[in-house]
């Protein structure tokens, strides 16, 4: 069984990264299991916020407006509606600050919590009056406790003033009573709803918040959002979000009715202006009427005189028609004096009094001035949603400012005509008061006294009639606009914290996070992971793959020697035979690149795997400056070895000892020498080997890094076969290139790699290694071996264990 073959195929990448998610599975579970306990208490302790909609019918042809549509004349301003200038309207600071002063938003009532505290709108205990003359604190905690049903205790603390004064607030009041210093005035009382409950308030904490309501205005301003329903509509959606959702619909519903009590109030302007005006004329036409009505009554009653003669009555109906057609044409002549002063005067043309509300039916003078009307009304709509600099009100403006010259001289023109048209007047009223004179005294002072009565009666009763059409328009307006669908409580949507968003979110993200954290240490990781990063370095063949020794043995292939691991050097073992070897005896160096590969531990498992097949093999410690070797071994010491016997200080009989394993002996490293390849290159070696040979069929030599020292290399003349561990995600790619540089030099015979240490069934392990001999790659020899240091593999080891293949 090849593991380490058996990952890579042409979808090797792909299968790579599978490996990766099913040998962390644990990590995933731990990353998800975190991320949905924030998604928990991210959704329990986050202040809900609630969205409320209401939606409003905008007529854009203006089509109904009540009786002045019937009377004639009377309306001014019949445009359409741009749906544009309506939401600028909706939007405006002005009208929301209209709904803030209808509203009891003045004061925010909470309970105070531990992780975040309650508004309780409409459902507080107590009321707090504002005392609406005097300052006020905004926008500070004050806190209040009820001491008894009849007491409450209030404090404010580090409350800095406009004049950056630090103002501390702490007093005890009484329930019902004026709570007042210079700084601040209110009453606290007690909500009726609880009226009967105010035990179970005793000994609570409450506090509130003065708001300003320019601040509060301006707040619903930015936070409403009015959009059409769809764009052949002209039905507008109004949205808006907050934390309490009965506050929300209460300021929603009273935006829909503040706008459309202001729009009616803008068609009423017209109406109630013309009936002001025609108040101011009744005024002074009623003192007429009457000092005219009591001459005529006392006159009759002096001189007993009930009719006038034939002559006399022709003259005063001649004299009536005339005087009331010049009284007519008067009251048209204040009306354009004050047409005159309004338009000469104002800025805004939206209340002007209609023409036809006096009787005047010049066609050009109501379409100039219903023309001007509509630029103002335009004007006005832009302003709400446009800048000042916006090319479309700066046209608007200049219409009205053409209009408006143009009104002008015509109503100068008109204001000629009329008084030529009183002085023409004037003199066939000469005419005929001439003709009256020649009548008898009695009966002339009758004609003139009846004359002036029915004057003054005429008009009255033309201006009475002007102001019932007037009262009539305003009474029988209705608004152009309504509201389809009030906000409602049982509508209102949640929209945040989303639970079930929350938790998906956290779900994907437990798993993305690790996904992308193994891929992105995968990245950076520059170890050997795969054969293609060994066949990406180097030509030479791998006869071995060694998997993860599990098991607390050294030898697992003696201990266990029906493990997969022991299948592995077995499967080595029958490799070594395609070497071409001419001598009966084998001579075997097994080295790495660095300390921590396993050499130790491959030499040691091929040496007992050979033994057991009933091979006599010789296990020679070579690596002099760092032997491990015989630690492996019990009843064996390293006080004499290879080095003792290299400096002539014991015999070959001394140093070669039989192990626990037929067939297999082990001469150990002994005592570490200053000297080692001084040693190494002497006869005594020489001789060592050649005696070896004749007495063992494999002789396994385990010896010091290549990338390190040059030992490998000076034995390298005695050796057979070379072998080079390489440890998966432990080994370094780059230090692979020394293997190769040597294999294209061919300063070893018959070389081979063995690759150790492959774990399929376990995380990535990455971290760097130190070791004594100070030179060579940045790896020393004699630090410590390799140990485990990533957080993520402690975390790990909570869920497997296992033995590493390193050296004893």
Same mark, same amino acid.
């Given at each position: 069984?090849?593991?380490? #073959?058996?990952?890579?195929?042409?979808?090797?990448?792909?299968?790579?990264?599978?490996?990766?998610?099913?040998?962390?599975?644990?990590?995933?579970?731990?990353?998800?299991?975190?991320?949905?306990?924030?998604?928990?208490?991210?959704?329990?302790?986050?202040?809900?916020?609630?969205?409320?909609?209401?939606?409003?019918?905008?007529?854009?042809?203006?089509?109904?407006?009540?009786? #002045?549509?019937?009377?004639?004349?009377?309306? @001014?301003?019949?445009?359409?509606?741009?749906?544009?200038?309506?939401?600028?309207?909706?939007? !405006?600071?002005?009208?929301?600050?209209?709904?803030?002063?209808?509203?009891?938003?003045?004061?925010?009532?909470?309970?105070?919590?531990?992780?975040?505290?309650?508004?309780?709108?409409?459902?507080?205990?107590?009321?707090?009056?504002?005392?609406?003359?005097?300052?006020?604190?905004?926008?500070?905690?004050?806190?209040?406790?009820?001491?008894?049903?009849?007491?409450?205790?209030?404090?404010?603390?580090?409350?800095?003033?406009?004049?950056?004064?630090?103002?501390?607030?702490?007093?005890?009041?009484?329930?019902?009573?004026? +709570?007042?210093?210079?700084?601040?005035?209110?009453?606290?009382?007690?909500?009726?709803?609880?009226?009967?409950?105010?035990?179970?308030?005793?000994?609570?904490?409450?506090?509130?918040?003065?708001?300003?309501?320019? !601040?509060?205005?301006?707040?619903?301003?930015?936070?409403?959002?009015?959009?059409?329903?769809?764009?052949?509509?002209?039905?507008?959606?109004?949205?808006?979000?907050?934390?309490?959702?009965?506050?929300?619909?209460?300021?929603?519903?009273?935006?829909?009715?503040?706008?459309?009590?202001? #729009?009616?109030?803008?068609?009423?302007?017209?109406?109630?202006?013309?009936? $002001?005006?025609?108040?101011?004329?009744?005024?002074?036409?009623?003192?007429?009427?009457?000092?005219?009505? =009591?001459?005529?009554?006392?006159?009759?009653?002096?001189?007993? +005189?009930?009719?006038?003669?034939?002559?006399?009555?022709?003259?005063?109906?001649?004299?009536?028609?005339?005087?009331? &057609?010049?009284?007519?044409?008067?009251?048209?002549?204040?009306?354009?004096?004050?047409?005159?002063?309004?338009?000469?005067?104002?800025?805004?043309?939206?209340?002007?009094?209609?023409?036809?509300?006096?009787?005047?039916?010049?066609?050009?003078?109501?379409?100039?001035?219903?023309?001007?009307?509509?630029?103002?009304?335009?004007?006005?709509?832009?302003?709400?949603?446009?800048?000042?600099?916006?090319?479309?009100?700066?046209?608007?403006?200049?219409?009205?400012?053409?209009?408006?010259?143009?009104?002008?001289?015509?109503?100068?023109?008109?204001?000629?005509?009329? $008084?030529?048209?009183?002085?023409?007047?004037?003199?066939?009223?000469?005419?005929?008061?001439?003709?009256?004179?020649?009548?008898?005294?009695?009966?002339?002072?009758?004609?003139?006294?009846?004359?002036?009565?029915?004057?003054?009666?005429?008009?009255?009763?033309?201006?009475?009639?002007?102001?019932?059409?007037?009262?009539?328009?305003?009474?029988?307006?209705?608004? =152009?606009?309504?509201?389809?669908?009030?906000?409602?409580?049982?509508?209102?949507?949640?929209?945040?914290?989303?639970?079930?968003?929350?938790?998906?979110?956290?779900?994907?993200?437990?798993?993305?996070?690790?996904?992308?954290?193994?891929?992105?240490?995968?990245?950076?990781?520059?170890?050997?992971?795969?054969?293609?990063?060994?066949?990406?370095?180097?030509?030479?063949?791998?006869?071995?793959?060694?998997? !993860?020794?599990?098991?607390?043995?050294?030898? %697992?292939?003696?201990?266990?020697?029906?493990?997969?691991?022991?299948?592995?050097?077995?499967?080595?073992?029958?490799?070594?035979?395609?070497?071409?070897?001419?001598?009966?005896?084998?001579?075997?160096?097994?080295?790495?690149?660095?300390?921590?590969?396993?050499?130790?531990?491959?030499?040691?498992?091929?040496?007992?795997?050979?033994?057991?097949?009933?091979?006599?093999?010789?296990?020679?410690?070579?690596?002099?400056?760092?032997?491990?070797?015989?630690?492996?071994?019990?009843?064996?010491?390293?006080?004499?070895?290879?080095?003792?016997?290299?400096?002539?200080?014991?015999?070959?009989?001394?140093?070669?000892?039989?192990?626990?394993?037929?067939?297999?002996?082990?001469?150990?490293?002994?005592?570490? %020498?200053?000297?080692?390849?001084?040693?190494?290159?002497?006869?005594?070696?020489?001789?060592?080997?050649?005696?070896?040979?004749?007495?063992?069929?494999?002789?396994?030599?385990?010896?010091?890094?290549?990338?390190?020292?040059?030992?490998?290399?000076?034995?390298?003349?005695?050796?057979? @076969?070379?072998?080079?561990?390489?440890? $998966?995600?432990?080994?370094?790619?780059?230090?692979?290139? @020394? +293997?190769?540089?040597?294999?294209?030099?061919?300063?070893?015979?018959?070389?081979?790699?063995?690759?150790?240490?492959?774990?399929?069934?376990?995380?990535?392990?990455?971290?760097?290694?130190?070791?004594?001999?100070?030179?060579?790659?940045?790896?020393?020899?004699? &630090?410590?071996?390799?140990? $485990?240091?990533?957080?993520?593999?402690?975390?790990?080891?909570?869920?497997?264990?296992?033995?590493?293949?390193?050296?004893?």
């Amino acid at each position: 069984m090849d593991n380490f #073959e058996g990952i890579h195929d042409e979808n090797i990448e792909i299968k790579k990264y599978l490996f990766l998610i099913i040998r962390n599975w644990y990590l995933f579970l731990l990353f998800v299991f975190a991320a949905l306990v924030v998604a928990y208490y991210l959704n329990k302790f986050t202040t809900p916020v609630y969205n409320v909609k209401s939606t409003i019918l905008i007529d854009s042809d203006n089509t109904k407006g009540g009786a #002045e549509k019937f009377i004639s004349g009377l309306s @001014i301003f019949t445009g359409k509606k741009n749906i544009d200038n309506e939401i600028g309207i909706l939007h !405006s600071y002005s009208l929301t600050r209209k709904v803030i002063d209808e509203l009891d938003f003045d004061v925010s009532y909470f309970e105070p919590a531990a992780i975040k505290a309650e508004e309780l709108y409409q459902n507080c205990p107590f009321i707090i009056h504002l005392d609406t003359s005097h300052a006020q604190i905004y926008g500070h905690q004050i806190n209040i406790k009820f001491l008894s049903s009849e007491r409450v205790h209030l404090e404010a603390y580090e409350v800095y003033l406009d004049n950056n004064e630090l103002f501390d607030f702490n007093v005890d009041g009484e329930i019902g009573k004026k +709570i007042s210093n210079e700084n601040i005035s209110f009453t606290v009382e007690i909500r009726k709803a609880f009226e009967d409950k105010i035990e179970s308030i005793i000994g609570n904490d409450y506090y509130f918040i003065i708001n300003d309501k320019n !601040s509060l205005a301006n707040k619903y301003k930015g936070s409403i959002k009015v959009e059409l329903l769809n764009k052949e509509s002209s039905i507008l959606v109004l949205s808006n979000k907050g934390n309490v959702p009965l506050k929300e619909v209460n300021f929603l519903n009273k935006l829909g009715e503040v706008y459309i009590k202001t #729009e009616l109030e803008e068609k009423n302007r017209t109406a109630v202006n013309t009936m $002001q005006f025609i108040d101011r004329q009744l005024e002074e036409i009623l003192d007429s009427l009457n000092i005219a009505e =009591d001459n005529l009554q006392n006159f009759l009653l002096r001189n007993r +005189i009930v009719n006038l003669s034939q002559e006399g009555s022709v003259y005063l109906e001649k004299y009536e028609n005339f005087q009331s &057609a010049k009284a007519k044409e008067e009251v048209k002549l204040d009306y354009y004096n004050y047409l005159l002063s309004y338009v000469k005067s104002k800025t805004e043309f939206n209340d002007i009094i209609a023409p036809a509300t006096m009787g005047i039916d010049d066609a050009m003078l109501n379409s100039t001035i219903a023309y001007l009307s509509e630029l103002s009304h335009e004007r006005s709509s832009l302003s709400y949603s446009a800048t000042d600099s916006n090319p479309a009100l700066n046209i608007v403006e200049e219409k009205i400012q053409n209009t408006r010259k143009a009104l002008i001289e015509n109503v100068n023109n008109i204001i000629n005509n009329s $008084q030529i048209t009183i002085k023409n007047l004037n003199e066939r009223i000469d005419k005929v008061n001439r003709e009256i004179s020649k009548l008898p005294i009695t009966e002339r002072e009758l004609l003139s006294i009846k004359r002036d009565f029915n004057l003054s009666n005429n008009i009255y009763n033309y201006l009475l009639e002007k102001r019932a059409e007037a009262g009539i328009a305003k009474a029988s307006n209705i608004s =152009d606009n309504k509201i389809l669908d009030k906000a409602r409580i049982t509508n209102v949507e949640q929209v945040a914290p989303k639970k079930s968003r929350n938790y998906s979110f956290a779900f994907v993200l437990g798993l993305l996070f690790p996904l992308v954290l193994l891929i992105v240490k995968d990245y950076l990781n520059n170890t050997v992971v795969s054969r293609k990063d060994i066949l990406s370095k180097t030509k030479l063949d791998i006869i071995g793959n060694i998997g !993860s020794n599990n098991v607390k043995s050294q030898i %697992p292939v003696f201990t266990n020697p029906r493990s997969a691991i022991s299948e592995s050097f077995r499967s080595l073992r029958t490799n070594l035979q395609f070497f071409d070897v001419n001598s009966t005896s084998h001579t075997i160096t097994v080295t790495s690149t660095v300390s921590g590969e396993g050499k130790t531990f491959c030499s040691l498992n091929l040496a007992a795997i050979l033994a057991m097949s009933d091979k006599k093999v010789a296990l020679v410690g070579l690596d002099l400056r760092k032997p491990k070797l015989h630690h492996v071994f019990e009843n064996i010491n390293n006080e004499k070895g290879i080095t003792t016997y290299l400096s002539n200080r014991n015999s070959l009989s001394d140093i070669l000892f039989k192990t626990h394993i037929d067939n297999l002996y082990f001469i150990p490293s002994g005592p570490i %020498p200053p000297n080692p390849a001084e040693l190494i290159e002497s006869n005594k070696m020489k001789e060592l080997v050649e005696y070896l040979k004749k007495e063992f069929e494999f002789i396994i030599f385990d010896t010091s890094p290549i990338a390190l020292v040059t030992d490998p290399l000076l034995l390298a003349k005695y050796s057979d @076969i070379n072998l080079f561990v390489v440890r $998966q995600n432990f080994t370094k790619k780059e230090l692979l290139s @020394i +293997i190769d540089e040597h294999f294209k030099k061919k300063s070893f015979r018959n070389m081979g790699i063995i690759i150790n240490d492959i774990k399929l069934n376990s995380s990535y392990a990455y971290s760097s290694y130190g070791y004594g001999y100070g030179y060579g790659y940045g790896y020393g020899y004699y &630090a410590d071996d390799y140990k $485990q240091s990533n957080l993520l593999l402690k975390i790990r080891k909570l869920f497997v264990s296992g033995k590493k293949n390193t050296e004893a």
